[in-house]
């Protein structure tokens, strides 16, 4: 399914739903709008987690662990004494 596929089916599904709930509990307009804009901001923040392939640790610049590991870093054991 491409893009605009899955946009109308959920904009379908959302208007059902929200149809449905404004059947029970009345104002069918503003549940149809909240089923709506519910549907279609999930399946476009699906959408958008589908099309990031990159690890999150190169997305923040961030370098990987394994290369972490591999270099030396010296940490104090004992902290410094604070002297008043």
């Known amino acids: 399914m491409d893009y605009w596929s899955r946009i109308t089916l959920a904009s379908l599904i959302g208007g059902g739903v929200g149809f449905g709930i404004g059947?029970?509990?009345?104002?069918?307009?503003?549940?149809?709008?909240?089923?709506?804009?519910?549907a279609v901001a999930t399946e476009s923040s699906l959408r958008t987690i589908k099309n990031v392939k990159a690890?999150?640790?190169?997305?923040?610049?961030?370098?990987?662990?394994?290369?972490?590991?591999?270099k030396q870093i010296l940490i104090n054991k004992k902290p410094p004494k604070v002297r008043f």
Do not use: C, E, H, R
Not at 23 to 36: A, E, H, M, Q, R
Not at 55 to 70: E, F, N, Y
């Open 23 to 38: 059947y029970f509990f009345g104002n069918y307009l503003i549940w149809i709008f909240i089923g709506l804009a519910f």
């Open 55 to 70: 690890k999150p640790s190169q997305l923040k610049g961030v370098p990987p662990a394994d290369t972490i590991q591999k």
